[in-house]
Structures are given as C-alpha cells and as structure tokens.
C-alpha cells in the first residue's frame, strides 16, 4: 500500500520541524540551590528582558512567617511557615517557660494556582532569636518531602498525601540546645541516607537511614554547628561528604562518617561568635571556596593521596566594617568561567578571580545602599544572565562579566516584612521551576511568570 507522494511529502515536513526545533525543558526545584544544588536555572524557552510592566504575576496566596524557601517538583509546591496562637484581644499569645508559643507546618500547593492541597502542622514552641518562623528549605525526593524545623523537628512525609511517614526531635534525641538562629542548615540526601547538622559531642553531623530515620552514623564534635548545608564532591578522586562547622571544615566518608581531612576555619584567631557560616561552599574542581561575614573568604585546595586541604589564598582582614575581600553573610556566590560573584555583608557586589581573590571591581547598584549591614541578595545563573533576588524583595536580571555588573531588568516582587538589624528585609531564597520564581516572605507566596511567550507560560515538567 502506497501513500500519495503529497500526503508524504507534508508528513515529512511536518516531522522534520517538529525535530528541528528547540527542546523546551523544564526542570523541578527540589532541593536547596536547585536540582544539582549549584544554584544554576538550566530550564529553556525564558525571557532575556522584563515587559515594561514587569514579570507576569501567576498566583499570590496568604503565608505566615518563616524563612524556608519554597522547593517545587511537578506541579506542586512545598514550603514550610509558622503561625502563632492569639489571645481573646487578637494579640499573639505571651511567652510561656516553654517558649514563644507557635505551630510549624509543612504545605503543600498547587504549582498552577496556589490552593492548598495538604499540611503537616505540629507544635514548636521556640526559644531562638530571629524567632520569624522555619529556615530550611523542604527537600523532595522519591515521593516524599525531608523537613527541618527551626527547633529541631525533622520530619519525613508522604509527597502525595502528607502523611508522615517518620519524625524525631533531634534536640531531645541528642540532648542539644538550639542554635542561636534556630536549626536553619539544609538538608543533604544521597543514596539512602539523610544528612544533618545536629549538634552536641560526637553528633555534630548525622547520617539518618531516609526509610525509617534511624542513625546509621554521626561525627565531628563542636561549640556550633554553624548554617552552611553539608556537601557531597568528588575531590582529589574521594567521594566527599563537606561539612563545615563553627571551627572548621571537613572532608568526611559519606558511608561511614569517617573523617578524611580536617581545616580550621578561621586559621590561627578566635572564632567570633555567633558563628556565621552560612553561605554553601562552593566546589571548583579540587578546590573549595568558602566566605563568611566576620572571617573573610578563603580557598583551599584537597590534593594526595591521602588528601589533606592546604589554603590557596585567604583574605587578611577580619574586620567586617572594612572588608578585604568577598565577605558574605547569608547569600552563596556565584563561579563562572573562573570568577566569583557576591554579595559582601555592606551590601556591595564583587567579582574577584577565583585562582587569587583578586578583586576586579565592587558595585552598590543591587541594594543601592551605601552601607547595608548585612545585605543579602540571592544570585542564580541562567544562561549568560544571573538573576539576583535582593533583601528588597526586588528580582533583577543582569549581566556579570569581569568587567562589570550590567543590569538588564528589575522588578519589585515582595515588600520586605521581617526586621533584620534595623533593615527591613525578604531573606528567603526563591524556587525557580516551570519557568516561574516561586518566592515568599511573611504575608504571601507568589508565582511568577519568566517564560518566553504565552504558550511556555507555567509548563508542567
């Protein structure tokens, strides 16, 4: 049987194009940083520039407080918030010798509207500072969803239906008070175990089985156990489980817990406390980059074969109101094509070359704030863009080069609703999936459309 040569003719054609055309990808934000935690939006078919009117805003819904970033995975969004009790008057219910009284709770929304589909609430009474709700960024995998309260609830739960599949307390399971800040360290899942910074002797870092919650290993002791998320590399040919820590950083076997190598962070100087490590170090082949607000940057490099970290460069100063170098607070830089890009804590921008920390230029335009102390923005590379979302609540997309900081597009998205030393601010990292930002502060979480033309507007992965 034959087919007319017009008929063929058009179905080749057809097919040809359908072939020849570009792959619109959309990809899930599960985790901290993204899919690969290294911060990078990889999705395709968005847009280079803002419409004049900015972004297209999707969906807004009602939040209570919390710090946690929103993780998405198909067509639903986690995120986790805090809601206190109040009184007969309508204000929050006074301290109690437990705590500031409150509720944690784990939603789940629809990625296409909003609407609530389930939540995970139990209580949290907390006695931390900044005491604005969770921190850590909820990690799905596999059909379930990994949370990490702000006073120690780590939670398993069912993805679906948010059933909770298993729960401890790691404060009362290792006997250990909570940060100064609360417990706000991402969590780290890789094969079947789930990484956690606890606390206490001996359990300063914990392997949990993911089936049933139970340790399967802990090490590392510490004064505090710090905010910057555990990291698993390949370096100096070693699978390596990154943790750093109020005094140090630290190469550990990820099956064992074995520690491999150890580095004192800062060198040869108290710590000054609280500690600050909380950017997420950052990996250039066998190198390791890390920066906090009060010590400075540093770059170390893991080599041998029984590998051992020697510092490749550090900065000088340790000064915070005078910075020698990229001294970040909360926001983890940036590497591409050899230099670093960050936000310094006075809120000025910075790229400096990742071989020596030599600085190539520093610029006021994100925050435009000639000193704002403890200035946060969050920067993710999209293409030959970054995106950088700052404690404003403003998301910009610009231009970093060696050369320069070139600004492209900004657009307000959030009024900043939490105090953060005498500033107001949105310090919580936004999910960058279904070519939308998914981002919250106190009052609300929205979506936002970034998506090159209508019909790529919100598609489903």
């Known amino acids: 049987m034959h087919m007319p040569l017009g008929r063929f003719l058009f179905l080749y054609t057809l097919l040809s194009s359908f072939l020849a055309a570009p792959t619109l990808r959309a990809d899930d934000w599960p985790e901290w940083l993204g899919p690969k935690r290294d911060g990078i939006w990889r999705e395709t078919g968005l ?26 995975v198909g067509d ?20 109690t010798r437990a705590g500031i009284p409150g509720t944690e709770r784990v939603l789940c929304l629809s990625a296409i509207d909003g609407k609530q589909i389930w939540k995970d609430e139990y209580d949290a009474p907390y006695k931390i500072s900044y005491p604005n709700g969770p921190r850590v960024t909820p990690l799905i995998r596999d059909g379930r969803v990994y949370t990490l309260g702000a ?14 599949i298993w729960s401890k307390n ?13 417990w706000a360290t991402h969590l780290l899942l890789d094969g079947d175990l789930l990484y956690c910074l606890v606390g206490a002797e001996g359990s300063a870092v914990v392997a949990f089985n993911k089936k049933d919650g139970k340790e399967v290993w802990k090490a590392l002791s510490t004064k505090e156990i710090g905010y910057s998320p555990p990291m698993i590399f390949d370096l100096a040919g070693k699978k390596t489980l990154v943790v750093w ?18 580095h004192a962070y800062p060198e040869d100087i108290e710590v000054k406390r609280p500690a600050v490590n909380i950017s ?19 770059m170390l490099e893991i080599a041998g074969d029984k590998p051992q970290a020697k510092v490749v460069w550090k900065s000088k100063s340790n000064d915070p109101g005078k ?21 310094g804590g006075m809120g000025e921008l910075q790229c400096v070359k990742a071989d020596t920390g030599e600085k190539q230029w520093e610029s006021k335009k994100v925050l435009g704030e000639d000193k704002a102390f403890c200035g946060t923005a969050f920067l993710i590379q999209k293409g030959d863009q970054f995106i950088l979302f700052n404690d404003h609540g403003d998301l910009i997309l610009a231009e970093l080069t060696p ?4 600004e492209i597009s900004r657009a307000h998205l959030l009024d900043p609703t939490q105090k953060g030393f005498e500033r107001d601010v949105v310090w919580s990292h936004p999910a960058f999936a279904r070519r939308c930002v998914f981002a919250r502060n106190d009052k609300e979480i929205i979506c936002v459309s970034l998506a090159a033309g209508k019909k790529t507007e919100g598609v489903k992965p």
């Not at 639903?76 to 301290?95: A, N, S, W």
């Not at 820590?245 to 150890?262: H, M, Q, R």
């Not at 910075?323 to 936000?343: I, Q, R, S």
Request: hydrophobic share 35%; with cysteine.
């Open 170 to 182: 790691v404060a009362k399971e290792y006997h250990q008070k909570p940060p100064v800040w609360g």
């Open 403 to 406: 050369k320069e900081y070139k």
């Open 245 to 262: 820590l109020s005094e140090s950083i630290n190469g550990l076997d990820p099956a064992k817990g074995t520690v491999l190598w150890t």
């Open 323 to 343: 910075p020698e170098g990229l001294n970040c607070v909360m926001g983890t830089p940036a590497l591409k094509d050899g230099y670093l890009y960050g936000l």
């Open 76 to 95: 639903r969004v986690y995120v986790m918030e805090r809601e206190r009790p109040l009184d007969e008057d309508g204000k929050p219910v006074k301290p």
């Open 280 to 298: 997420t170090v950052l990996r250039d082949k066998d190198r390791l980059f890390l920066t906090s607000f009060y010590h400075g940057p540093m």
């Open 151 to 164: 006073v120690g609830d780590l939670r398993c739960l069912d993805a679906d239906k948010g059933d909770v």
């Open 47 to 72: 847009i280079d520039q803002f419409p004049k009117d900015g972004p297209k805003v999707l969906w807004r819904k009602p939040i209570h407080d919390g710090y946690a970033g929103p993780a998405v």
